[in-house]
């Protein structure tokens, strides 16, 4: 593999049926930096995706299990690099903009740096449109707020990932909701990432968007459910039990006044209701006490395996 910079640095492009695109993707990454591996992943593609992709010369790695999840899985197990650029196989994303993208990373000694992406004002409905524009904005803050960070564009798919980053990911997405899964891991871990904006086209005629408006929506808000769950369960829990208690105290209330009063509880009912409520509660807390102890050990074994491998050692030009 030739190097840049000394770093072996290899192209991996999830691909699911862009024959139409692919072969302008690998003409244009070599083109923009030829020191590059261009390994193109194929997710069970239905057309030629395959052959024109080893026709413009790239090499091929077919994944059997549908979904961009299950490719990225592949992509970080299988290849051997020290710097990996992922790009989309739509040729929708700015080739000349990669070596910004891993001088970026390699200059600051960042683990993860995004294209976000930016359209032409004429073309702007056609690349992007207003209602992918908005939900990005929505789905983007709404991980900024829970998890922190200053992401401007979490589901863009142009990225690149140090070895580090790539080799401490467990990748447990299995479609489009890979992007915020790898977003909330760099937050986690507290690594260090940075963002290039870079330019977003259209599609090359005869090429389709994979991308479900609602569906994949729907998939990525309930992977940001999920993953607050996960590692934030102090929180959630915290939020379910403190629902519960205040819950079950507006229900004794009136109980416990007439039962001061007349010194009886004709409610019944609804005193052991507000009796299970206020178990219920602390059971909630306690789930989330225990649930952080486990995050916390989870944290520290992602944190050891990222440090196990060590920093690229970029050579200092005279």
């Not at 010369?57 to 961009?68: E, Q």
């Not at 929505?138 to 980053?165: A, C, K, P, W």
Request: hydrophobic letters at 45%; aromatic letters at 8%.
């Amino acid at each position: 593999m030739k190097k840049y910079r000394g770093q072996r640095v290899a192209l991996v492009v999830p691909c699911y049926n862009e024959e139409a695109a692919i072969a302008r993707v690998v003409a244009d990454f070599q083109s923009a930096m030829p020191e590059l591996e261009i390994i193109v992943f194929d997710n069970n593609s239905s057309d030629q995706t395959s052959a024109v992709a080893l026709a413009a010369g790239a090499k091929v790695i077919a994944v059997t299990h549908r979904g961009k999840g299950n490719v990225v899985r592949r992509m970080f197990a299988d290849v051997d690099a020290d710097i990996y650029v992922m790009v989309d196989g739509d040729a929708t994303y700015e080739a000349a903009a990669v070596r910004q993208l891993v001088d970026k990373l390699l200059d600051e000694q960042l683990n993860m740096v995004v294209g976000c992406r930016k359209t032409q004002v004429d073309m702007a409905h056609e690349a992007y449109r207003s209602g992918h524009q908005w939900g990005n904005k929505m789905l983007t803050q709404s991980v900024v707020q829970i998890f922190g960070g200053n992401f401007t564009d979490m589901l863009s798919g142009y990225r690149v990932f140090s070895r580090r980053y790539a080799k401490s990911f467990p990748a447990l997405s299995r479609g489009f909701e890979i992007e915020t899964e790898l977003t909330v891991h760099a937050l986690e871990l507290r690594m260090p990432f940075g963002e290039v904006i870079t330019a977003y086209g259209a599609r090359p005629e005869g090429s389709v968007s994979k991308l479900s408006t609602y569906r994949d929506g729907w998939r990525i808000l309930k992977m940001i459910g999920q993953l607050y769950i996960s590692e934030r369960p102090l929180a959630f829990f915290g939020i379910c039990s403190a629902l519960l208690a205040g819950l079950a105290v507006l229900l004794a209330l009136p109980v416990l006044s007439e039962f001061l009063r007349v010194g009886l509880v004709p409610r019944l009912p609804t005193a052991v209701l507000s009796a299970s409520m206020m178990v219920c509660a602390l059971l909630s807390l306690v789930c989330g006490l225990i649930l952080d102890n486990v995050t916390r050990g989870r944290h520290e074994m992602k944190r050891l395996a990222y440090l196990a491998i060590p920093a690229p050692v970029v050579p200092v030009t005279p």
